[in-house]
């Protein structure tokens, strides 16, 4: 007899397990995980201690598990923190399939919720507001237009904007700079820059005046010019020369989560902004999975998005990426190679020995 059953063959026991070990997040919903000595159910990744797997079977969900006689966790609240996921999704899926604003109060409704709760529930879960992140997919689909359309007018429209003025808001939040600039490769922004020589290798720190928007080893002037055509680049000043050495003894000393002592001009899609929100919330010593970033970032079956946005992250040490790990605790992928993620995870105190190395986003 296995050690570890489960009540139908659908749900794969041995990856169950695996996710239930590592307090996987992305994995509540998916099933109920029942402890026999108790008779208690629980989500995957109730904080509770771990039984033994001979004490283990796994359900498809808290019905079935409450027909086997098993009674609900008071601790992680299984189903009643299912059902929140579920109306978090679907949301989402609500936001993203309209072309028109959808009010609080209209997106509650549908999902079975009060607003003010609902509001609550859905920024616990994706770092951000509704409205926040119906604002972030504009954003995305006015990038999409700009590249895609001659006329800025028509890219905003055809976006689904309702005014120019909201287009220019969304975009100076999300995309960091306006539709114009945007279009021009950067037209109008000033940039700072400098690379230093650090343990780890030399280290290009770039600025706006909003705030960093480009850290990276093994680069410089001329990569940063590729990526920013049209902008003007300046001499730094006093303050940029502080930001570089706070930037730069993050090699040396990772400072602890949040980043809130350092000003940020990250670019991106809603999604990986989502996703490099999340890694902002990983304190030093510690890691989260990919499965646990992406559900941090609303979208718990986007693995594999959420392990390419950790790649696409433009600011390498300030947003943490090298603190996501693969689920079974082995090292995975990073842009500037395993060594140097290995380094910086021993200098916080989480090195340890890893099975192997892959890309970001391989689970």
Request: charged letters at 30%; aromatic letters at 6%; one cysteine or more.
């Amino acid at each position: 007899m296995n050690a570890v059953t489960m009540d139908r063959p659908l749900i794969d026991a041995a990856a169950a397990m695996a996710a239930f070990e590592a307090r996987d997040r992305a994995s509540d919903g998916a099933f109920v995980v029942a402890v026999r000595t108790t008779h208690i159910y629980c989500r995957p990744s109730c904080p509770a201690r771990r039984p033994r797997p001979e004490n283990i079977a796994f359900y498809a969900d808290g019905a079935a598990a409450r027909a086997a006689g098993y009674r609900p966790c008071l601790r992680c609240r299984p189903d009643e923190a299912s059902r929140d996921e579920r109306a978090v999704r679907e949301a989402i899926r609500l936001i993203e399939a309209s072309e028109e604003r959808v009010g609080l109060e209209d997106l509650a409704r549908a999902v079975g919720y009060a607003p003010h709760h609902f509001h609550r529930l859905f920024k616990r879960d994706t770092g951000l507001t509704p409205a926040a992140f119906a604002r972030g997919l504009r954003a995305d689909r006015l990038a999409r237009q700009l590249d895609e359309t001659d006329s800025v007018t028509e890219a905003i429209y055809a976006a689904g904007y309702e005014a120019p003025s909201r287009a220019y808001a969304d975009a100076r939040a999300v995309l960091g700079m306006t539709p114009s600039a945007w279009r021009a490769g950067g037209a109008g922004e000033r940039i700072r820059h400098a690379v230093v020589q650090t343990s780890l290798g030399p280290l290009l720190v770039a600025a706006t005046d909003k705030g960093l928007c480009r850290v990276a080893f093994d680069e410089g002037e001329a990569d940063l010019r590729t990526r920013f055509p049209g902008a003007t680049f300046i001499a730094g000043d006093e303050g940029f020369e502080r930001l570089v050495e706070a930037v730069a003894a993050r090699v040396e000393a990772p400072a602890p989560a949040p980043v809130d002592d350092l000003p940020l001009d990250m670019r991106g899609t809603a999604f990986q902004q989502a996703i490099w929100r999340a890694l902002l919330t990983i304190p030093a010593g510690e890691t989260r999975s990919y499965a646990e970033i992406a559900a941090m970032a609303g979208r718990p079956k986007a693995v594999r998005a959420a392990g390419t946005a950790c790649g696409d992250n433009g600011l390498v040490l300030v947003v943490p990426c090298h603190r996501v790990t693969r689920a079974d605790g082995a090292l995975g992928g990073y842009a500037y190679g395993p060594a140097r993620k290995r380094m910086l995870l021993e200098r916080e105190g989480k090195g340890r020995p890893c099975a192997d190395v892959r890309r970001d986003g391989d689970e």
